[in-house]
């Protein structure tokens, strides 16, 4: 098996989730958090995102459901997952998340909800698009330093 051009594949993968604004700059300060004593350090971390922005979904969800109009308590969960995103620099939806708490801001139902479709859409894509990333590293094997993608 060719693990340079796997390799290259990944590399090219990560460099078109940043040209796309799916990533920010803060998800290869995670990766570059990760070395022979922890080599799937980012993938851990990202798999824990997933499973922590989805509880809050979740609970963005209920309290949609739970308190029409109460929109300090959809902004206080939603700024939870917002600062998530923020950590592992999924760009989309962190900027999904702020046009949210804007519509909170502003009072707007219909806003809130439409952008809360959107942060589940785009947490949705950016699943999927790790999985095959890191799907790809594993197939790889261990490379060595996290690269940058040229911006």
Same mark, same amino acid.
């Given at each position: 098996m060719?693990?340079?051009?796997?390799?290259?594949?990944? @590399?090219s993968?990560?460099?078109s989730?940043?040209?796309?604004?799916?990533?920010?700059?803060?998800?290869?300060?995670?990766?570059?958090l990760q070395?022979? !004593?922890?080599?799937?350090?980012? =993938?851990?971390?990202?798999?824990?995102f997933?499973?922590?922005?989805?509880r809050?979904?979740?609970?963005?969800?209920?309290?949609? =459901?739970?308190?029409?109009?109460?929109?300090?308590?959809?902004?206080?969960y939603?700024?939870?997952l917002k600062?998530?995103?923020?950590?592992?620099? !999924?760009?989309?939806?962190?900027? =999904?998340?702020?046009?949210?708490?804007e519509?909170?801001?502003?009072?707007?139902?219909?806003?809130?909800m439409k952008s809360?479709?959107?942060?589940?859409?785009?947490?949705?894509?950016?699943?999927?698009?790790? =999985?095959?990333?890191?799907?790809l590293l594993?197939?790889?094997?261990? @490379?060595? !330093?996290?690269t940058?993608?040229?911006?």
């Amino acid at each position: 098996m060719d693990y340079s051009n796997l390799r290259r594949q990944a @590399a090219s993968m990560k460099k078109s989730l940043f040209d796309q604004g799916y990533l920010d700059e803060q998800f290869c300060q995670v990766e570059d958090l990760q070395d022979e !004593a922890s080599p799937n350090f980012a =993938e851990e971390v990202i798999t824990l995102f997933f499973k922590d922005s989805a509880r809050l979904i979740s609970n963005i969800e209920q309290a949609l =459901e739970k308190y029409p109009k109460d929109f300090n308590k959809w902004d206080a969960y939603m700024q939870q997952l917002k600062g998530s995103c923020s950590s592992i620099g !999924a760009s989309r939806m962190k900027s =999904e998340c702020m046009s949210f708490r804007e519509f909170c801001g502003q009072g707007n139902v219909e806003g809130c909800m439409k952008s809360f479709q959107k942060v589940k859409r785009e947490h949705g894509v950016l699943r999927q698009k790790l =999985e095959a990333y890191f799907q790809l590293l594993r197939q790889a094997g261990p @490379a060595g !330093a996290a690269t940058r993608p040229g911006m």
